[in-house]
């Protein structure tokens, strides 16, 4: 990513959510290789619908606002969703040169040019001394009080806390043991479809904010067992 230049011209579709020339470009090429397999549908964040038993999800440039100013945690989703559950997901870094790749039921790994790759391992580390990610429900003002009390007893319970801004990486990020969990309220399922697949993959836990299996909804609790039964109690009160 070079500095001093702006990223290029942005659209705006909503409070703080924009489109670029590069999530439709991104979006093109995704959609062009995945229909070499025209019989499954593609549901993308900056055009295509689908929904129903199987269809890929898609988010072209996850974390817009982060490439708009430059900061390169900045994601490329892809994943094959079956009977309301992930069963691909792959998760590109294009500034980290990192590439999440797993499979339900075969695990997942992290490729990085000239290195084998690295099978992915959420981390063991106690709450007490975990790093967990987060997102701010900054498109659902709404959603603050929740989230705020949340956030609140998450600072307490855990060492510390981040917020990125791609929740596509945060999710890898948990599945490789750089963060022990995730939170976020309000996202939607081209965010966190493939992630939650490598976290699964990867020996940890993702549920809604209930407890329940429907994160795809956007509503994602998600970390090492230890760490998301905390965040599963926290987020219930
Ligand atoms: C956004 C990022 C961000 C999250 C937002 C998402 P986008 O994705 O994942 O971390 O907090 O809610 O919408 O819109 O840049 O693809």
């Given amino acids: 990513m070079r500095s001093a230049r702006p990223a290029g011209p942005a659209e705006q579709k909503g409070a703080g959510d924009y489109v670029t020339d590069v999530d439709r470009a991104s979006e093109r090429a995704i959609a062009e290789t995945l229909a070499s397999a025209p019989e499954i549908p593609v549901l993308g964040e900056e055009g295509g619908g689908a929904d129903g038993e199987r269809y890929w999800v898609v988010d072209p440039l996850d974390g817009t606002t982060n490439y708009l100013h430059r900061f390169p945690a900045v994601g490329v989703s892809v994943a094959l969703v079956e009977g309301g559950k992930p069963v ?17 039921g075969k695990g997942a790994v992290v490729e990085r040019p000239g290195v084998e790759p690295a099978q992915l391992r959420v981390s063991e580390l106690p709450p007490e001394r975990g790093v967990v990610g987060t997102g701010f429900p900054f498109r659902h003002k709404k959603m603050l009080p929740r989230y705020l009390g949340v956030f609140r007893r998450c600072l307490e319970r855990f060492e510390d806390l981040r917020r990125p801004g ?11 043991g750089v963060f022990e969990g995730f939170f976020e309220l309000g996202l939607s399922s081209w965010d966190v479809a493939a992630g939650a697949l490598l976290i699964e993959e990867a020996g940890g836990v993702v549920t809604d904010w209930e407890g329940g299996p429907g994160y795809l909804s ?19 009160g």
Avoid: C
């Fill in 88 to 104: 691909i997901g792959v998760v590109h870094a294009p500034f980290l040169g990192e590439t999440y790749v797993g499979e339900k």
């Fill in 166 to 176: 791609a929740a596509s990486l945060d999710l890898a990020w948990v599945a490789s």
């Fill in 218 to 236: 956007g509503d994602i609790l998600a970390g090492s067992p230890e760490v998301h039964a905390e965040l599963l109690a926290i987020a219930r």
